[in-house]
Nanobody, 126 residues
Framework: AVRLVESGGGSVQVGGSLRLSCAAS????????MGWFRQAPGKDREGLAA????????TYADSVKGRFTISKDNAKNILYLQMDSLKPEDTAMYYC???????????????????WGKGTLVTIAS
């Protein structure tokens, strides 16, 4: 069975950093584009960052561009999201997702993805 398991969430102060990880199993990891999404209470889910299957192309939402960095380790089947200069509005549940048919630009705008993780909570304390 396909599994995406996020980790690395927690509570940090404004201006701090966190690195989220997403461990993937059960499918050919290197063939899928991957993305990070978040959903804050009362808000719609938002695509943040995505990376093509070969790891050469990344796309970011304007809200995180310059602060967040997505990367993947195909050898370890792990997706990362390095989050710097965190703001209170970054507080949300963060999810990773994988899709076979969409590129990174499409993933950031995606409504649906082939596979989703269950999320990890990030709280930014002001």
């Amino acid at each position: 069975a396909v599994r995406l398991v996020e980790s690395g969430g927690g509570s940090v102060q404004v201006g701090g950093s966190l690195r989220l990880s997403c461990a993937a199993s059960g499918y050919t990891y290197g063939s899928y584009s991957m993305g990070w999404f978040r959903q804050a209470p009362g808000k719609d889910r938002e695509g943040l960052a995505a990376i093509d299957s070969d790891g050469t192309t990344t796309t970011y939402a304007d809200s995180v561009k310059g602060r967040f960095t997505i990367s993947k380790d195909n050898a370890k089947n792990i997706l990362y999201l390095q989050m710097d200069s965190l703001k209170p509005e970054d507080t949300a549940m963060y999810y990773c997702a994988a899709d076979l048919g969409q590129n990174s630009e499409e993933v950031v705008r995606a409504i649906s993805m082939d596979y989703w993780g269950k999320g990890t909570l990030v709280t930014i304390a002001s």
